[in-house]
């Protein structure tokens, strides 16, 4: 059989991961009042036992009041709240895995299930979508305590022992955006015309992070160029403004950028085959994580719609002659690991007919 590159070791600082598998981000909402259950341990303790490579988990809001569109989304701050993430991490390091929480404030967003929190929602210039007011806008407080909750976060994560931390800086939510201009209209230091400009509050809350976690604990930040308001939307346009985007993350202490695109094998921009990971690496010199559609024959996007997904069996050679051309370090797999635990060991052993698709009612099961 042969041997994909993707089962090859990844080490970066403190960071020892057995393969170049990465479990995606996935919202589950099973968290009941926030907090992590037994059950959740369980769900990740499988997929470590099965061996994949580094657990992301799925998105953990900070302790702001209105962080969270949904009462059952996990919190990452209080003493049960974080007591449960300790068996978390305590689970998945009984198997021989590695995790690393996703650290999260979704912005000015809609609300799940009728549910409000106690205050306004919160974002850069009060907007859910570029035409439509949603809450209210930040003031320099609001940011200040924003910024030091996400240290804080990051502090009890390296204090649990998780292996690594992602912050959540895509999809449309509060430090995206920061990102975006459509959304961030303000005029002072936190806005502007540049994405170098409306970078300021992302650098500083990585900044605040790698102050509170040290040189050594790999920080990741996820991004993307889409937003959920705005599929088509672009940070950056050319190479040119992605390094102006990426390389003061960078310098601020970002060790691993996590490239959401909705399809991995699609060329960012034109003229090169690079995928949006691919860019990432090239322009910062550090690792990067691609994801986006593998294993599967449509985008994740239509999970939340309600739609099946079918295998993709070409995926593979695909994703192992970008990983052996070094586009990218890692793949992030969402639906196919969230179907199947034992999805990495059938990819390992040849198994590739065993392969699941995907069922639109796992999104509504906790395995």
Aim: hydrophobic share 40%; charged share 30%.
């Amino acid at each position: 059989m042969k041997i994909y590159k993707l089962f090859e070791p990844f080490n970066y600082k403190n960071l020892f991961l057995k393969n170049r598998i990465v479990m995606a981000p996935m919202t589950r909402s099973f968290a009941y009042n926030g907090i992590p259950t037994k059950e959740i341990a369980e769900y990740y303790e499988r997929r470590a036992q099965s061996e994949v490579g580094l657990i992301i988990t799925e998105g953990t809001v900070v302790d702001r009041s209105s962080s969270s569109n949904d009462l059952n989304i996990p919190k990452f701050y209080g003493d049960e709240a974080l007591e449960g993430w300790k068996r978390v991490v305590d689970a998945v390091h009984a198997k021989d895995g590695k995790i690393a929480p996703q650290i999260w404030h979704m912005g000015i967003i809609p609300p799940k299930r009728n549910w409000r929190p106690h205050k306004p929602f919160e974002g850069p210039s009060g907007l859910l979508n570029p035409d439509t007011e949603g809450g209210k806008q930040m003031s320099e407080d609001d940011i200040k305590e924003t910024i030091d909750a996400f240290a804080d976060a990051a502090y009890q994560a390296k204090k649990i022992g998780f292996d690594s931390l992602e912050l959540h800086g895509a999809h449309g939510y509060l430090i995206d955006q920061f990102f975006w201009d459509k959304l961030n209209r303000r005029k002072d230091k936190w806005g502007g015309s540049t994405i170098s400009q409306r970078s300021r509050f992302a650098i500083e809350i990585v900044k605040a992070v790698r102050s509170a976690v040290g040189a050594e604990f790999p920080i990741i930040l996820r991004l993307s160029q889409w937003k959920q308001q705005d599929y088509s939307a672009k940070i950056a346009k050319s190479p040119e403004e992605m390094k102006e985007w990426l390389l003061p993350l960078s310098e601020a202490g970002v060790d691993i950028f996590h490239c959401s695109q909705r399809r991995f094998w699609e060329p960012e921009f034109e003229n090169s085959n690079l995928n949006f990971a691919g860019w990432a690496k090239k322009i910062t010199g550090k690792p990067s994580i691609s994801v986006g559609s593998v294993a599967l024959n449509g985008d994740f996007l239509g999970a939340f719609r309600g739609e099946s997904f079918d295998v993709n069996s070409s995926f593979l050679d695909e994703l192992d002659r970008r990983m052996d051309q070094d586009e990218f370090n890692l793949i992030a797999v969402g639906r196919a690991l969230l179907e199947d635990p034992e999805w990495v060991l059938k990819i390992k052993k040849g198994n590739l007919s065993e392969l699941k698709g995907f069922s639109k009612d796992r999104l509504k099961k906790l395995f």
